[in-house]
């Protein structure tokens, strides 16, 4: 029995380490980092998300910067009761490209890290939060619907850097007609 707990705990310590090096994008813009985003990729391995992965469509969102230096997200995803709205407030940190934001879902607040972007054609992006369990995602955001293949392969890379299994690591093919016109304006 100690050894499995001196194991678990090893291992949550080597997990957390890994998330510590993780360093927001240097010299993070966030007035650059506005504007529409979809989601082209997404690595996440809680067993609740897994029968879901199938499921899963590209999304588009749309980032606003507030005058306080926070930021809104909006985004639009296909469920089964059609496309859905949802709102985020990533309140920003001392560190440029670092947020926190609450998460509804699980009743906390997560840590979000723009990890690496070029403004004008990708970005990925950690969500991270160790409490009663690690929580972590990472997400690849393009401008557009689709990405180049070496922007997908870091994206892969980066997620199994994570400690993400492969099976978790998704390229869900586009969401259609979600956002509708009239509700992305």
């Not at 930021?71 to 990533?90: D, F, H, I, V």
């Not at 926190?100 to 990890?115: E, G, Q």
């Not at 970005?123 to 160790?130: D, E, I, Y």
Request: contains cysteine; glycine residues 4%.
């Amino acid at each position: 029995m100690r050894f499995t707990v001196a194991t678990v705990a090893m291992v949550m310590l080597c997990v957390m380490a890994i998330h510590a090096d993780v360093k927001p994008q240097k010299d993070f813009n966030l007035q650059k980092f506005t504007g529409k985003w979809y989601r082209v990729g997404f690595a996440y391995d809680s067993p609740g998300f897994a029968p879901y992965r199938d499921k899963l469509r590209a999304s588009m969102g749309m980032i606003t910067q507030m005058p306080d230096g926070n930021a809104n997200l909006t985004m639009w995803e296909l469920s089964p009761l059609g496309c859905q709205s949802l709102m985020y407030q990533y309140n920003k940190t001392n560190v440029p490209g670092e947020f926190i934001y609450f998460s509804t879902r699980h009743n906390m607040l997560k840590d979000i890290t723009v990890v690496d972007t070029n403004y004008t054609e990708y970005a990925l992006v950690l969500k991270h939060k160790v409490y009663n369990r690690e929580y972590t995602q990472v997400a690849l955001y393009g401008r557009t619907p689709r990405v180049r293949y070496n922007i997908l392969q870091k994206f892969k890379a980066f997620s199994l850097s994570q400690g993400l299994p492969k099976e978790s690591i998704l390229v869900p093919p586009p969401a259609e007609n979600c956002p509708t016109s009239e509700s992305a304006q």
